[in-house]
């Protein structure tokens, strides 16, 4: 795990080194300046001699100075290398993720990589920039502040070595204990917060069922809970301190026994005493300092794991090693014997990976489609529509079996020339933020206004575009909220078509269009692009019923191929399809 | 310490810690976070103060010990020659009871604050949520979810940070401050005066520093905000990004925006690194100072410049040297604090604003529904257990009651109303309705049919006319009595975390699982439920992510049903679910809308075919109302909409 995350300090190596450099500068200064000060009362003030205190003052300001100066440069340069590794960080991420396959994707939900880019590397870049100062200052200072204590007087020293073991030995107890109790603390939190998040979202059905008292009685458990764990663990922690105290004076009270002992017989002067007291202090902060470094690092290592996960993820779907075919032959598709399951990933309430499952999607699929021509699929939800389009732009590959377009296995394909060729409208239609015009040219970047006007046309989107104040210019929001689920489907359907493909495969992308606009768009599809081979799937008969050829789908198979007369004649499941949607109900649906 | 620990772990809050301002309204909110602290913890809070004075004096005297020690025990016994050491002995024994009445005063007052800030937070936790169940629908309408959330994640966790951590740091500062200043004017007014004017120094520069790194915050948080904004945009659409072979160019814009990211935020955090060394070097200089003047003073002692200083021995300027750093320390901690104290109080003012917030009102209510029974008179009379037969029991001018039984007729007459001012979206609405009648609402969107429905249940207030429920105005009504005579299938269906049984319990409280069971047989849920890992045991995760949308809608509508409420607003799902579970879901609707009072969305033909009134909308006014066959005949709307649905 620390490997991948430090290969990712890449160019802002040189500041990585030298924050601790600096910062070990900045320490030595000021560990220096005790020794100075005991210098300016012992040979200065002590001795009745004006010219050392101006000379010991003098060069402990030229410590401070030279300190100052260190700081600020570690301060500089840690802010430089903990910024610059949380944006390699979610560079990093960012590309790696872009070459994904969908089922690289499907592992992790969309909401768990989000989480993973924003939170974990927030709290990646803070432990980072922690441990690159904390890290050296509080075991330096330590090192230091303990050489000089030894310098001065050995036997003394001793006092500190057993405070420090002392304090170490119960800090390293008690915090082990509160960080266990922290990620509980954090568990109930989280759940606490959904709660609130679940009752903010279906607040129609607490108010509809009269449930508020319910709610509330709810809330008030989990947040009685949350407080009675908070406690605890914090009354844990609330020993620290008074620990800390009690080790402190207690090192007070021996240093002045002793101390006074060696000042008598000679061995210690009265300026000594006084640094071996703001020693003490330093060496006791430092530990302190070093368990907090101890929780960060622990609290951070769940986001290391996080992120590490995404990073070493490696897509299944790349383009074969010689760079593959550029060009695609003609629009026929063929399915040969193709079985495929999902291999989906188990994910606990944070979002981690704990195992995988597989379900069986396609199972021995076999036909073909000549170029040029209509293939419906139809079937309920889960049977594998999706699926079987997915293989054709080899959005998933296949398990076992062959997918070939213009005649060619789709592995042999460069993957962006399959894809360009093989245009997919996807089940869930997203626009991105921006014009419509831009988002039309997601298709083909250097498409003329003129080619995105004819793309529309075809799309049957030209209307209501041209309806809109500022027509192409109008702004999508984000999820193309401000334009109803028909206008978006067509504006996607336009969006495919200019890529001017040779296959076109649209799921379940007319649902929302109302009938007589989806027969205009499936007949500009018949008459203006011929020679595009389209694969049209849907749940509704109507969309499907003019194709060529129809496949029925059911759990994965093939369980009816013809044309809608001959299914109507030999389908079974066609028929009941058929009888539920056209002759006992239909949609009653206004769609505009 | 570990205390401070970021729990909240979105951007924002704690982040900003430099320069902000405090403003007449930010005292207003200190006041009543102060209120609510002390409201409820005066005693412990008293105990608190006096341990903090305490603990700093002990602080103190252990810092001051050091003079002691060198000017009344080791010079005198340098000098002197002297091995006797039963003097300090005893002195030292006396610290030491001293510094064990600190230690034990420090543990208390970190206990105690730990009471009073984790009690506080619970309090204000349990207000907020009791405050905002009793928000109107209106009013999380208007506010963003995430806004919401926010307030409940990231302002109390900072309000926590406040009242756990930085108000008591600057109280003890400030105690410490006061004590050790007094401290230093006793040993020496001259060296004083020059820590002061440093202090005063030091401040001035933190607080400049702090503006500057401030503005470089905001820019950061700014640049945050967009990038999250663009990752999730980008993530949500990634696999459209892979079928349009778009990865390179997404690559693209998010570089650029993670670089203006990183150098904003190294900016803020280059000028907030600097804080420490120019504080804890400036204490240095201060130091510096203090002794070479200290020295002149100490060995020009009685000299003609300050002659009543000829008392600064030189064990008092070695106290007075340690004390510096006594002084300086937390007045950089305070200069530091506040600026977060600043930024929480920004946050209280959220919680409070919320907690401000105005709640549904119900002042003409004066109707109650109660259980009733009906007497051998055929009379109703009141009951006090579940009869299945419910009233509504209407107050007369005289103080005396009577009973009218709930039959579920609703009816509208001349209704106006509108979501904001000046935007109205239904008008002059005239509808009656008998008791059992299934009503249909057909038109496109927008044209206001869940408006209606919305109205009938008071989720909004109506502006002009008036919604008569059983005769009764519903104004007149309690609300929550209302809503519970209304049973309610909304059509974004939301699940709660629990199972399934619990999900269906939600419609009623007290049912037991045989009428749960039940209750998901007659809407048709039960086999599938059967076929799920755990049955009606089965946990569901988040909104129900781990069902279908119709299974998520089959348990919503049995969760409908087991209430066996009289009346039902239904919302039928539009979005795509295959033809057969949509045939389950249909056929669960059609058992439930069986026999009771039923106002309907209605998408399906055959739905809207078997309605005793079909209202058809459009553009917020009832263009035609009949019966199917009347509509048909009608050759309007209503016609073309049926025969534009049929297939050509």
Redesign the interface.
Known sequence: MFKTLLRNVGDFKKSSILTPVFTSL?VLM?TF?PYV?SW??DR???A?D?GN??LY?GV??V???L??W???Q???N???A???F??NL??AM??H??????SN?DRFT?SG??TR???DV??L?NSF?QIL?ASVRAPLTLIFSIFMCVFINWKMSLIFITAMVVLGLSLYLV?SK?VKL?SQ??EK?DA?????????????????????D???TK??KA??S??KL??KT??L??????MM??V??GC??AL??F???Y??GGELT?GQ??SL?TYVMSILTSL?MLT?IF?SIT?SAASGKRVVEVLDERADITSPADGGLKEVADGSVEFSDVSFSYRQGVSD?DGNITGSVTRPALQHITVKVESGETLGVI????CGKSTFASMV?R?YDVHSGVVKVGGRDVRDYD??VL??EV??I?Q?N?L??GTILENLR??K?DATLEECRHACDLAQASEFIDQMPEGYETHIE??GTNV?GGQRQRLCIA?ALL?KPKVLILD?ST?AC???TE?KILDAFTHQVPDITKIIIS?R??SVQHADHIIVMDNGEINGFGTHDELLRSNPIYQD?YR???E????????? | MARQINIGRGPGGAHNRFGAKMTKDSWKTVRRVFGYVVRHYKFSLLVVLACIVVTSVTTLTSTLFTRTLIDDYITPMVETGSTDYAPLAQALLKLGCILAVGIVCSYLNNRLMINVGQGTLLRLRKDLFAHMEQLPIKYFDQHAHGDIMSVYTNDVDTLRQMIGSSIPMVFSSLITITVTFASMVVLSVPLTLLVLVMTLVMVFVTRKLGERSALHFRSQQQNLGKINGYIEEMLTGQKVIKTFCHERATIKQFEELNEALRSSAYNANRVANVVMPINGNLSNLIYVLAAVLGGVIALHAGGNLISFESTLTVGTLVAFLTLIKNFTQPVSHVSQQINSVINALAGADRVFTLMDAEVEKDDEATVRLVDAEEGADGELHESDHRTGVWAWKVPESDGSFHLVRQRGEVDFSGVDFSYVAEKQVLFDIDLDTEAGQKVALVGGTGAGKTTITNLINRFYDIQGGTILYDHIDIRKIHREDLRRSLGMVLQETHLFTGTVMDNIRYGKLDATDEECIAAAKLVNAHNFILGLAQGYDTPLTADGGNLSQGERQLIAIARAAVGNPPALILDEATSSIDTRTEKMVQEGMDHIMNGRSTFVIAHRLSTVRNSHIIVVMDHGRIIEQGTHEELLALQGKYYELYNGHQIA
């Not at chain 1, 993720?97 to 969908?102: D, E, G, L, N």
């Not at chain 1, 606490?192 to 998040?197: A, E, M, R, T």
């Not at chain 1, 922690?237 to 008074?242: E, K, L």
């Open positions: 900045e000021s300046i000060t300016i009362i200065g003030i002590n009745g004006m205190v101006c003052g402990m300001l410590l401070a100075f300190s100052l260190f700081g600020i570690a301060g500089r840690s802010a430089y903990s910024t610059g949380a944006y979610r560079s960012y590309s993720i872009q070459t994904f396959s969908f994707i969309t990589l989000i880019m924003t939170t927030s709290n870049q920039q100062r915090i509160t922290f603390v954090f939190y606490l917060n959904n709660s609130v998040q679940e009752n903010v979202q279906a607040i129609r059905v607490v108010k509809a069922f009269v449930r508020e319910y709610e509330n809330f008030r947040a009685e949350l407080y908070f406690v914090e009354s922690q609330a020993i620290n301190h008074p105290n009690l402190v004076y007070i009270i002045s026994w101390g006074a002992h000042i008598v009265t005493l006084t007291f302190m907090m929780v609290m309430e079937g309920g939800t889960g732009s959005l993957v962006e894809r360009n245009s997919m996807l869930n997203i991105f933020s997601w298709g970047p984000q999820n109803s969006r890529k379940d649902s109302d009938t007589s027969a749940q008969i109507q399809i539920l949607q056209i006992n109900g239909g949609d009653f649906d206004q769609k505009k």
